[in-house]
T-cell receptor
Framework: NAGVTQTPKFRVLKTGQSMTLLCAQD?????MYWYRQDPGMGLRLIHY???????AKGEVPDGYNVSRLKKQNFLLGLESAAPSQTSVYFC??????????????FGQGTRLTVV | KQEVTQIPAALSVPEGENLVLNCSFT??????LQWFRQDPGKGLTSLLL?????REQTSGRLNASLDKSSGRSTLYIAASQPGDSATYLC??????????????FGKGTLLTVNP
C-alpha cells in the first residue's frame, strides 16, 4: 500500500521562486493536512482540507496556498519563496471515524531549502 | 489553546532497559491521542492510538496509557533495543466542535538506546 506519497522529496529554491508540493493518498481519506517541522518548533499546521474543493487555514498559513481539486490530492504552493520557508514539509491524511478512532497517516516529507 | 509537552526532550538508556516517555496536555477535552515514531530524515509512523474512552493500548513491547483527567499519557517501552532509537512524538486531537480533525503535537522525545 502506498499510503501518503509526497513529491518531491528534496528541493532547493532561490528566494522569490515558486513551487508546488504534491501530496497524494490512496486510502480514500476525507481530511488532508500540510504541516511544517522546524527544529525547536515541532510540527505546525499550515493548511488543511476537510473534503474535495474545501480548504482552511491552520496555525501558520502566511506565504502558502493550497488546493484540493481531487479527493486524493492536496497541493501546497509557495508563490514567492523566502528563506523563512526552509523547512521539512509533511502531508497527512485521516478518515473521520466515530468513537475516537480517527488516525492520522503521514507522508515521508519534503525537505525544502530556500537560498 | 491546547498545548502538548513532552518530557524529557532527550533520553539515553542502555539496551534492555524498560523506559517511560511522558506527554502532557493542557485541555482534557480530547477526542484521541496518538503516539508516533520518527526516524532521522523520515516521516512519522503511527505507533498507537488511544481513544478518549480508553485507558491504554498495547502493541508488542509498547504500551500507551491515557489519563484524561490529569492531562497525561505515557508510552512504556519494554526491553529497549538499539532499533528503538528515534524521536517519539505524541499528538492530541480535540474533542469539541468542528475542529476535531486537527492534531496538536508535542516537540518530541529523542530516544537513544545504546548497545
Amino acid at each position: 500500500n502506498a499510503g501518503v506519497t509526497q513529491t518531491p522529496k528534496f528541493r532547493v529554491l532561490k528566494t522569490g521562486q515558486s513551487m508546488t508540493l504534491l501530496c497524494a493518498q490512496d486510502m480514500n481519506h476525507e481530511y488532508m493536512y500540510w504541516y511544517r517541522q522546524d527544529p525547536g518548533m515541532g510540527l505546525r499546521l499550515i493548511h488543511y482540507s476537510v473534503g474535495e474543493g474545501t480548504t482552511a487555514k491552520g496555525e501558520v498559513p502566511d506565504g502558502y496556498n493550497v488546493s484540493r481539486l481531487k479527493k486524493q490530492n492536496f497541493l501546497l504552493g509557495l508563490e514567492s519563496a523566502a528563506p523563512s520557508q526552509t523547512s521539512v514539509y509533511f502531508c497527512a491524511s485521516t478518515r473521520h471515524q466515530t468513537g475516537g478512532r480517527t488516525e492520522a497517516f503521514f507522508g515521508q516529507g519534503t525537505r525544502l531549502t530556500v537560498v | 489553546k491546547q498545548e502538548v509537552t513532552q518530557i524529557p526532550a532527550a533520553l539515553s538508556v542502555p539496551e534492555g532497559e524498560n523506559l517511560v516517555l511522558n506527554c502532557s496536555f493542557t485541555d482534557s477535552a480530547i477526542y484521541n491521542l496518538q503516539w508516533f515514531r520518527q526516524d532521522p530524515g523520515k516521516g512519522l509512523t503511527s505507533l498507537l492510538l488511544i481513544q478518549s474512552s480508553q485507558r491504554e493500548q498495547t502493541s508488542g513491547r509498547l504500551n500507551a496509557s491515557l489519563d484524561k483527567s490529569s492531562g497525561r499519557s505515557t508510552l512504556y517501552i519494554a526491553a529497549s533495543q538499539p532499533g528503538d532509537s528515534a524521536t517519539y512524538l505524541c499528538a492530541v486531537r480535540p474533542g469539541s466542535g468542528g475542529s476535531n480533525y486537527k492534531l496538536t503535537f508535542g516537540k518530541g522525545t529523542l530516544l537513544t538506546v545504546n548497545p
